[in-house]
């Protein structure tokens, strides 16, 4: 005669054996769903230390980055990598030329839109003795453009304007302040 603890088990056993094969069947569609969503959420990551990137267009170098960390993040809607510093960024003019350097502790790299997004003790100084310094800097490379809605200082051989909300190129010779507070001296 079987115990009757024995029994129960080997019941409680069989039902669940049959209710966890009943379960692990998906339907066509159920199966193409979980699919998608699973791609969706994927990502794929890549890592380097000691960063040193360089850009080229048309075989001339445009940028070099030099940072600590990088990870690289691969998804299906967004690729872009995440770069931690201190961070340096030489920007080259067409003779090769270093015109314009840029700092800043950490950076994003959007690698669709071709923008740096630079965040923490931003600097950027420029071959004629023009400097920016922010909290936050985007930098749209293929205009050539940088702007931030934060508070901005530039400074100049003549003068030093402060504001909030600046848009200009990154040699600094043409910019936009919104809401300037700062002075100039006219020789």
Known sequence: MVPHNT????VISLLMIAVLSACGELSEKQSKQVNEALQDSLTSTTETWDVDMEIT???????????????????????????????TIHVYDSSGSVKTRAYSDRAIYKTEESIFELFGDVRVNTEDNRHLESEYLEWKQGDN??????????????????????????????????DIKGEVIVN
């Open 7 to 10: 029994i129960s088990a080997l």
């Open 57 to 87: 267009e048309d075989g001339l170098k445009k940028i070099r980055l030099l940072g600590t960390y990088a990870a690289t993040y691969n998804t299906k809607n967004r690729n872009e990598t995440r770069i931690k510093g201190p961070i």
């Open 145 to 178: 453009m940088i702007n931030t809605p934060k508070f901005v200082i530039i400074t100049t051989p003549t003068d030093s304007i402060a504001g909030t909300g600046f848009v200009g190129t990154t040699d600094l010779t043409e910019y936009t302040i919104k």
